[in-house]
């Protein structure tokens, strides 16, 4: 199966803008479906963006709409999150995810594959 390792994480002024990547490796990249999830602090793990195993099917939160952006890119198996307009609110630790289920999915329980997280903190 695929392993998922995240990075591109760290802490920026909120109006700022930081890429997330996902390496993956092992089987087919693009056998999956993927999605970025986050958790701050205190509350629960939520999807903020997903994307279909050709990429021509995308979908963010609500929260995140307008700011982040999902891509992928197959030929070199790699997941993106581009985030830009930071606010102190997207703080928290960003997973990447990966399902081989075919079908849209937001929970975390409906992936099978995760990374390990990369921290982004945003300050005010």
């Known amino acids: 199966q695929v392993q998922l390792v995240e990075s591109g994480g760290g802490l920026v002024q909120a109006g700022g803008s930081l890429r997330l990547s996902c390496a993956a490796s092992?089987?087919?990249?693009?056998?999956?479906?993927m999605g970025w999830f986050r958790q701050a602090p205190g509350k629960e793990r939520e999807n903020v963006a997903k994307i279909s195993r050709s990429g021509g099917t995308t979908y963010t939160a609500d929260s995140v709409k307008g700011r982040f952006t999902i891509t992928r890119d197959n030929a070199k198996n790699t997941l993106f999150l581009q985030m830009s307009s930071l606010r102190p609110e997207d703080t928290a630790v960003y997973y990447c995810?990966?399902?081989?289920?075919?079908?849209?999915?937001?929970?975390?329980?409906?992936?099978?594959?995760w990374g390990q997280g990369t921290q982004v903190t945003i300050s005010s």
């Open positions: 995810a990966a399902r081989i289920s075919a079908g849209s999915a937001s929970l975390p329980s409906e992936y099978n594959i």
């Open positions: 092992g089987r087919t990249f693009s056998s999956y479906a």
